[in-house]
């Protein structure tokens, strides 16, 4: 196989989508076992800042405050999900964390935009357990990446 | 700011009242009361904004499930003293709650700014109500909105029609045309990323005038999650179930009245948030169509799919409503 000029084989991206969720967690300890410590694998710890509408809020200040206390504490989740991959045996330089401002998108348009600029093979969620008629009347992320992925694959861990 | 209260005399504000009030319902002294507390405006107070008076009459009322109708205290009827019109002059009441639906708690918030937003995004459309935000003597939103005369879109299912069959072949098509306006009416606030966010029955009013239904009461927001637009489109549906069943069937109902049908029903059958409300229309009424039967059954429990947008939904109902007309 021609893996390009210097014949490198390229890493398989991953890209693991979380939040603060156990069910984001689990999807995290299920890539660090799953393939921790074998070669060619890279992965990106994703999470999505989507603060409520302006209108949950008395005013912009209240918003700002609640907008960087998520940060802090997104920031905190992905640092130890990424000790927690690295652990397992993935190389430092092979995990990185990014953090996503999204008030627009869905939240899994979202992830699939950052799939698709980061060319990752992968995307990786937790599946929340949710009744039908939660799912029906606020959604399911992970049934909407399986129905909207498009070139990459899609592990959904339970 | 201004004290916008000591524009006019009492001579002027009574004798601008009984242009539009019979001599009988005249008040003695008109009280010209300060717009910063809704709880101390009363009926026959006078609230001047943006310089124009306006004659308070009742508080606004809503009802629902049977539950006797509550007094909406920031809501009240008033008379724009200089026109004659009817106005309901919305105070800003801010409340943030969570709310339940079965075993489902989502926050929810009252907000007169979305309201307000709305009201300048739909400007001019004959499917919205039409108002403007204005600031009371706190410099809070006080919004403003036209009176609606009519009915609502419940008043006239049920009132069309003597009994089911009748309704669905000789009313049905034209309601759920005019409905389908009202669907795409949400489309456009959707696509200019706002919600309704409470969309009922008795929301949707029949413009006497225009002939044209209108959506009112945007000041609810809901917490949505994956899916922005779904709470919106529960609503959509149970709105359809219930002009094509010319109202709510009910499994109690059936039990009662059609115990044979209530029988042959299944979970699968009945409304996947609502399971006391049957969905599957054509085991009640077997003229139904499958096509038709099928969109109503995107919001049952049995649904393997749902409606993520209103566009799907139009289309389908499009295609239905094309059969149902015969073309």
């Known amino acids: 196989m021609n893996n390009g000029p210097n014949n490198k084989p390229h890493d ?18 299920y890539v660090a076992d799953f393939i921790g410590g074998f070669p060619g694998f890279r992965v990106t710890l994703m999470s999505i800042v989507q603060a409520p509408e302006a209108d949950f809020f008395e005013n912009e200040k209240e918003r700002a405050e609640w907008l960087e206390r998520e940060r802090q504490d997104i920031r905190h989740n992905l640092e130890t999900y990424r000790e927690i991959l690295v652990q397992s045996g993935f190389p430092e330089e092979k995990v990185d964390i990014r953090m996503c401002r999204n008030d627009r ?53 339970e | 700011m201004a004290d916008e209260n000591n524009t006019f005399t009492q001579d002027e504000l009574l004798s601008m009242v009984r242009q539009w009030v019979p001599e009988e319902r ?40 049977g539950i006797p109708d509550a007094q909406k205290f920031w809501v009240k009827r008033a008379i724009d003293l200089i026109t004659g019109k009817v106005k309901i002059l919305k105070w800003s009441f801010r409340e943030q709650f969570r709310s339940r639906i079965g075993d489902m ?14 009201l300048e995004i739909v400007r001019g459309r004959p499917d919205f109500m039409q108002g403007e935000s204005v600031k009371d003597s706190a410099d809070n939103d006080l919004r403003i ?7 609502t879109i419940e008043e006239v299912t049920l009132s069309s029609g003597k009994g089911h069959e009748d309704f669905f072949f000789n009313h049905y098509p034209s309601l759920l045309s005019d409905f389908m306006a009202s669907i795409r009416a949400i489309r456009f606030l959707h696509e200019n990323a706002e919600k309704h966010g409470d969309i009922r029955r008795d929301h949707l009013i029949r413009d006497k005038t225009t002939g044209t239904y209108r959506w009112i009461d945007f000041d609810y927001n809901y917490r949505h999650g994956a899916s922005r637009f779904g709470y919106d489109l529960f609503g959509l549906g149970n709105t359809l179930i219930f002009i094509t069943g010319r109202g709510d069937v009910t499994t109690h109902s059936l039990f009662i009245d059609k115990p044979g049908i209530f029988d042959k029903l299944a979970e699968e059958d009945l409304n996947i948030v609502f399971n006391n409300r049957v969905a599957n229309l054509k085991k009640v009424y077997p003229y139904v169509p ?14 393997q799919v749902y409606y993520e947008d209103t566009r799907e939904l139009l289309e389908d109902l499009g295609e239905a409503l094309e059969r149902l007309r015969g073309k």
């Open chain 1, 105 to 157: 998108k869905s939240l899994s348009d979202a992830i699939l935009s950052f799939q698709c600029d980061m060319s990752c093979c992968t995307v990786v969620v937790g599946r929340q357990h949710k009744s039908k008629a939660e799912e029906f009347l606020f959604g399911s992320v992970s049934s909407q990446l399986i129905h909207g992925a498009k070139n990459c694959a899609v592990w959904v861990v």
């Open chain 2, 145 to 151: 909105v036209d009176y609606i005369r009519g009915k």
């Open chain 2, 290 to 303: 499958d096509f038709l039967n099928r969109i109503l059954m995107h919001f049952s429990i049995g649904a």
């Open chain 2, 26 to 65: 005249v008040p003695r002294r008109i009280r010209v009361k300060d717009t910063s507390d809704f709880f101390r405006v009363d009926y026959d107070d006078v609230v001047v904004l943006e310089g124009i008076p306006y004659l308070v009459r009742n508080n606004e009322r809503e009802g629902r499930f």
């Open chain 2, 105 to 118: 708690v989502f926050e929810c918030v009252r907000s007169p700014q979305k309201e307000a937003r709305i």
């Open chain 1, 12 to 29: 398989k991206h991953l890209l693991i989508a979380v939040d603060k969720s156990e069910e984001a967690k689990r999807a995290v300890l």
